[in-house]
């Protein structure tokens, strides 16, 4: 967050306007305040229930309406997308961390060992990551961090791809010849040289995968994989609430706006990365 | 990369959140629109006269269909059609119209003569004798005969040396055909309930493919089926019984249960049974909704060898802390039938509906046997539920809140139904479960047969010796009332030690279109689309 | 031709490493077929002697062995769940899936192609605001909620679509292909969003390039230039993108299928892997890995052919 607003505030000075890292900022501000505001504060309690308060539409007060155990809709968006954000951050931490190593050892390596390696990425990307979380969630259970491990894995090949891609076109740079002939140990050559060099592609695929967990992890939540009841998911509870979409349709389109608005504000973010390079 | 269009494309950016925000507001004041008017209205008979018009249009278009048709959805794909195999409760209820036993049951739960005609039963228990009806028919137009029946029993006693498909078939000592018309079964030990099982299918002895060529003596016989998809049946037309008044019948699998009120509506089915109360307040007015029960114990099932339910006052206190109809209230809008015991009110004489009342929801009653029993702190547990199961999930979640109250706090762990049967089912790794427990045939011999301590599908690991006392004084009764007054007392044991914490047995909703009538609940699984029928 | 005999060499080998993923994964999964099968009814006899019966008890090694045997003769085996044969049932589902993905296809390409070189053309136009503006908002909707809307506009509010009304084709190719429509549309839409994107920046990109003055300077008009240098290049990224949407259209309906209950491969999929069915989940995933591959060579070779400098990588 730090480095990011430094970021932001040296591109103001070279007197660039960046539109989309400005709303990108203000997007995912907003969410982010709302979560951390939803770590001390709620309005309710995300779990108390309400028998007599089934249901309800907006008002005054429950400016989300209810769902179906009387529950303040508002209170439960607050805690889940602390649970989303949660998810979408391992995710990205597991995929892009292991997958960068793995695609650095393979890119700059290369021969047997980068061979046999990208076949399994191969095999992995062969069918597709939905399906790949759902063969882990059936292997380590469901729950917030089982499915955040799974989505991680399955995020993996994806970045292990970027990044050897990224390993290729380097290691047979100048400044890396340099480093060889100079004697530096190849660990310290991947990790030291040539990965602050693929940061700026790595950044914006990072802000990508922020989406696609985003987006997955509500894919998972609809086919009944995800977050421990009572707590939810925002795609947890969006998968709940769609079957109220007759009766309720607030209750549907205020959820699904909450993920809206969280997906666009990691794109224009990623968008405004790209334009920083 | 394209610098001179940043400014501009800031632009377009900007308006995307516009749009949003916007969509938001409009989402917002639509909203209290609406709210205005329902609060001046009761909130189904809003949704009701909104959708008038359209339910009107709908039936214009719907008169010229065909009412000798009728597609009925399913939540889950039939497991076999091989009806020895098929263990499914969604599939057993299908089954239901193509097959049929020696004997049938009724909508009451009486069982009556269908491929036989009449039985005996000896003095003691151990000699059944059946007669054959005559001249019923099988699906491929031959007649059953007492090799057809002999087939049917041995394949489920597994009298070829294999085990036994139905445990209790382990029992029969064996079959023999005394003439052509009638089938001689004896027992190795007395039990006078045993013509419960004689439900079982009769298939010819001659069909060597039972799953892909179903051959059958209900009012139905198969037509096709695809995975997923669906599975047809028609009418037969030479049953012996009752015919049946729809010719064709569709079973389509409505994966989705999101989906199941928008087909109802769109007319791409014709019938739900089970949906949920949520669902069916969602509907319009062109259908019927018959109500039942699901013939179902939910409970929240506890490990009675694990810590710390292996104390009787702790089981009791949770027994006190918690409040059926609350439950009711959350999960199916206070519908469903409140039980304090193994055993469901649809089986009249042994069901006691006294033990509901054996604890009544006291908090200081709870806390003050927690003290007792040395957790005046509290404890934690975790409740497994099986995610497939929307109400159980609901119910706990409910239970969770409710356990607050008396300090205990309980998290809840959804998990695949094929990890709850591994984890909890088989190998009784479990602290508690939110389940319904329902009964395979309508004797409470199969409701109660599980809390025996030896039982291998005692999965609560529950253990007391006058309850198995009670019981086998009631399997061994051949007295009707005095085997009725021994299984109430098993049950009265049941609520009084808390076994589990009883709820209810829970509400089941059936949406017909209104295009046809007569759907019939029976109180076990089962579908009886014999008795649907055109309402003109 | 050597470069394609060694991509399919590499195919077969990446196959070969699904098929023991795939088995060795399944067999870490907790549950158990034989468990399924008979759920609450189970003893443990009977357990036992379907476990037998159906060869469970063997050492994985061996099971890998006698499935992967099999399924180098053709056959799949039969389903645990469905009790007929994985090949049949799989053969009657493919088609569906498959028209399903083409249709997207074909529905992502004819919006995104000309939607793309328009708003290139007139960029930073109204329209071309007004497209971005959609494109990141359809971007930004889970796959199934964008179903479910759609389901409920065009189903319950304008009711020119029967919700859950699907027929087989092989009942009704055309009322087959009508039903399709909607849901190839709520697959497509975010594909299309992601190409036309895609296709306009290349375009610019490719607008700016030296090349493409010299082409102006000679005199070219502009709709010439266009079509004829700078289309030609800025496809070469485009068309791997749909290469790869075109693979994730075959592969990953699954939830799509589910929303618009379509009973095509996916659904099958799911319900498979929810009832332990491995012989159906193998085959289903060998299948999608080898449809997924071959397109993924097929661009490849595509690649080449629309720019042949290129030297790939691998």
Known sequence: ?277 | MMKKGIGRRGLSTLLVVLTTLTLTMSGCSGKKAEESTADATNATENTSSGKDGKAETADNTASSDDLSKITIGIPQDIDSMDPHIAQAAGTREVLFNVYEGLVKPDQDGNLQPAIASEYTISEDGKTYTFTLREGVKFHDGSTVTAEDVKYSIERNAGTDGTDPLISAFSNIDSVEIADDSTVVMTLKEANTEFLAYMTVAIIPASNEDPEGNPVGTGPYKFVSRSPQENVILTKFDEYWGEPAYIKDITLKVEANADSIVMDLEGGSIDMFARVTSAQMSQLSDKFDVYEGTMNLVQALYLNNAEEPFNNEQVRQALCYAISPQEIMDFVSDGKGTEIGSSMFPSFGKYFDASLSETYNQDIDKAKQLLAEAGYSNGFDFTITVPSNYTQHVDTAQVLVEEFKAIGVNATIQEVEWNTWLDDVYTNRNFQSTVIGVDASTLTAYALLSRFRSDAHNNFINYNDASYDAAFDAAVNATDDAEKTKNYKECEKILSETAANVYIQDLPEFVVLNKKFTGYTFYPLYAQDFSKIKPAK | MRYVLKKVLSMVLTLFVVSLCVFFAFSLIPGDPVTRMFGTEATPELIAQYRAKMGLNDPILVRYFRWFIAFLQGDMGTSYDYKIPVAGMLAEKIPITLTLAIMSFVIMVIISIPLGIYTAKYENGIIDHVISVINQIIMAVPPFFSGILLTFFFGVILKIFMPGGFVSYTKDVQGFLKYLILPAFAIALPKAAMATKLLRGSVIDEAGKDYTRTAYSRGNTTNGVLYRHVLKNAMIPVVTFMGMALADMVAGSIVIEQVFGIPGISRILLSSINNRDYPVVEAIIMGIAIMVLVINLLVDIIYRIINPRIEVEE
């Open chain 1, 1 to 277: 967050m730090k480095k990011f607003l430094s970021l932001f505030k040296k591109n103001k000075a070279t007197g660039q306007r960046n539109t989309f890292l400005l709303l990108g900022t203000i997007l995912t501000g907003i969410i982010l305040l709302m979560v951390i505001v939803g770590v001390f504060y709620t309005p309710y309690s995300p779990t108390k229930m309400d028998a007599s308060a089934k249901l309800q539409g907006i008002s005054l007060k429950h400016i989300m309406g209810t769902d179906n155990m009387g529950r303040d809709v508002f209170s439960r968006v607050l805690y889940g997308s602390r649970i989303t954000l949660i998810i979408a951050t391992f995710t990205i931490l597991i995929g892009a961390g292991v997958g960068t190593v793995i695609g650095a050892l393979a890119g700059y390596f290369g021969g047997m060992f980068g061979e046999v390696t990208m076949r399994i990425i191969d095999a992995m990307l062969a069918f597709p990551s939905i399906l790949l979380s759902l063969v882990f969630v059936s292997l380590f259970g469901t729950g917030t961090y089982q499915v955040a491990v799974a989505l991680g894995i399955s995020f993996v090949p994806s970045f292990a791809r970027i990044v050897r891609g990224e390993f290729l076109r380097c290691r047979n740079m100048d400044y890396v010849e340099v480093a060889r002939l100079q004697g530096v140990s190849n660990i310290r050559i991947i990790f030291v040289h040539i990965l602050p060099n693929t940061v700026g592609v790595l950044l914006s695929s990072v802000m990508i995968g922020f989406n696609n967990a985003v987006l997955a992890e509500a894919g998972l939540s609809f086919l009944g994989i995800g977050a421990q009841p009572p707590y939810a998911s925002l795609g947890k509870m969006l998968s709940d609430a769609q079957g109220y979409l007759f009766s309720r349709p607030s209750y549907v389109i205020s959820i699904g706006l909450v993920i809206v608005l969280m997906v666009l504000g990691f794109s224009f973010l990623g968008e405004g990365i790209k334009r920083i390079q």
